[in-house]
DNA sequence: GACCAGGCACATC
DNA sequence: GATGTGCATGGT
């Protein structure tokens, strides 16, 4: 079997097995891009209540974060956790918001792909997973999300080398899978999924969706 | 009380 | 290039 047939396969099962995700959990393109930077490694949980902390201030908006005060923002933001350092990359994204973009985000994913992420990566703070989640669920641009349950995953279907980087990982699925943003999308969720509920660290694999694909959790 | 969560930057070797 | 560490809250 072909691997793009292989993860048409996996996607197929893990999308009957936990129907969809409807990803990313947002009202607008400006709060997935918080919400991408709050989620830096922290339970979404979390990155709730400061979203909806950020709302009750009337700070969810990129006008109005442009106007806080860097300790004010912070404090809205305490629950999500590293505040003080999420703090800085807030601000630090909105000034190259309105610097490069002029504050038009439809004008910013106009921008074709590669350059955009380039953009991105240059915002201290903004790492891989932060700009590819930036560009496919606020932009819906076709790039593939990569994350340490997507690593696990790979990883446990030896679908990829033990020390594949990230960007190796996102052209692995960027070569067997059509690109197509819908498919990335849902791809990428219910990985997170799977990999939360099912493939943790040492946790053993029964009622894993991807059970009966070879594997070995002992990875 | 340890461990983890939808990472990233920076120092050091 | 690889490895180690700080950031920090809140749930299990």
């Known amino acids: 079997m072909s691997t793009s047939q292989l993860l048409m396969d996996m996607f197929e099962a893990m999308a009957r097995a936990l129907g ?43 006008e109005r974060m442009r106007g806080l005060e860097e300790s004010t923002l912070a404090e809205y933001i305490r629950a999500a956790g590293t505040y003080r350092v999420k703090a800085a990359r807030l601000k630090r994204f909105v000034d190259f918001f309105y610097e490069r973009h002029r504050g038009d985000l439809e004008a910013m994913f106009a921008t074709p792909l590669r350059t955009l992420r380039d953009e991105l990566l240059s ?14 669920y606020a932009g819906h641009l076709p790039t593939f999300v990569v994350d340490a349950y997507t690593a696990r995953i790979l990883r446990r279907h030896g679908l990829i080398d033990e ?57």
């Open 20 to 62: 969809p995700q409807h990803w990313w959990p947002a009202k607008t393109p400006w709060e997935v891009i918080v919400g991408a930077i709050l989620t830096q490694n922290t339970a979404w949980r979390n990155v709730e209540k400061a979203i909806t902390r950020l709302e009750e201030a009337g700070a969810l908006e990129a």
């Open 163 to 219: 020390e594949a980087t990230y960007d190796e990982m996102q052209e692995f699925f960027a070569f067997h899978l059509p690109e197509n943003v819908d498919l990335y999308n849902e791809y990428h969720a219910l990985l997170v999924q799977v990999g939360k509920r099912y493939c943790r660290p040492k946790a053993r694999c029964e009622g894993c969706p991807l059970e009966s694909f070879e594997h070995d959790m002992t990875r």
């Open 123 to 136: 915002v201290r703070g903004i790492g891989r997973e932060t700009a590819d989640a930036i560009l496919l």
